[in-house]
T-cell receptor
Framework: EADIYQTPRYLVIGTGKKITLECSQT?????MYWYQQDPGMELHLIHY???????EKGDLSSESTVSRIRTEHFPLTLESARPSHTSQYLC???????????????FGPGTRLLVL | QKEVEQNSGPLSVPEGAIASLNCTYS??????FFWYRQYSGKSPELIMF????GDKEDGRFTAQLNKASQYVSLLIRDSQPSDSATYLC????????????FGSGTRLQVQP
């Protein structure tokens, strides 16, 4: 099981502010992911990374950006927050399963963002 | 057609009953299948995975996979109110890119 940390857990911020959501994992996983999820709704992949200096956009268009300078760290940044960015942001990392079962993902506790 | 389909529910079962959650997927090349549980306001947690046809049991949980029919199910025996949550089905389409594709989840309510 992976140890994945996200900070802050809750953030209330005004429109136009720049914010960075932190995500770190201690298992040395190469692959990391950011999801956005509104209450009661499905997960939407917004960014992923296969390793250091590798980042890709996900299925859902997002105004956020990510970076991956260190294996353990995958921060997400919003240059100018808007009320439409209000959501829960979940970070995950993945590892290969023993026996050829492919990969699975482990999630951090999430950051609840409210933009006023 | 969505890649991973689940009935959104809610599925309501009495305490002590068997809850049966179903999931179908469209990509025949899918290799492995996962069930996550997500309590309201929390992040998903992995409860089971399966990649061979048949049944896999872990405590009160049984995952069933039928690749020919492209469905995977999760049975919860002796359901408890604490099992009330949204259950997400996820499919590993390939080991190269984007490890998992998630369904939208089925909300389970276990009535005391």
């Amino acid at each position: 099981e992976a140890d994945i940390y996200q900070t802050p857990r809750y953030l209330v911020i005004g429109t136009g502010k720049k914010i960075t959501l932190e995500c770190s994992q201690t298992m040395g996983h190469d692959k990391m992911y950011w999801y956005q999820q509104d209450p009661g709704m499905e997960l939407h992949l917004i960014h992923y990374s296969y390793g250091v200096n590798s980042t890709e956009k996900g299925d859902l268009s997002s105004e956020s950006t990510v970076s991956r300078i260190r294996t353990e760290h995958f921060p997400l940044t919003l240059e100018s927050a808007r009320p439409s960015h209000t959501s829960q942001y979940l970070c995950a990392s993945s590892e290969f399963l023993a026996g050829g079962g492919g990969e699975t993902q482990y999630f951090g506790p999430g950051t609840r963002l409210l933009v006023l | 057609q969505k890649e991973v389909e689940q009935n959104s529910g809610p599925l309501s079962v009495p305490e002590g009953a068997i809850a049966s959650l179903n999931c179908t997927y469209s990509d025949r090349g899918s290799q492995s299948f996962f069930w996550y549980r997500q309590y309201s306001g929390k992040s998903p947690e992995l409860i089971m995975f399966i990649y061979s046809n048949g049944d896999k049991e872990d405590g009160r949980f049984t995952a069933q996979l039928n690749k020919a029919s492209q469905y995977v199910s999760l049975l919860i025996r002796d359901s408890q109110p604490s099992d009330s949550a949204t259950y997400l089905c996820a499919v590993n389409r390939d080991t190269g890119r984007r490890a998992l594709t998630f369904g939208s989840g089925t909300r389970l309510q276990v009535q005391p």
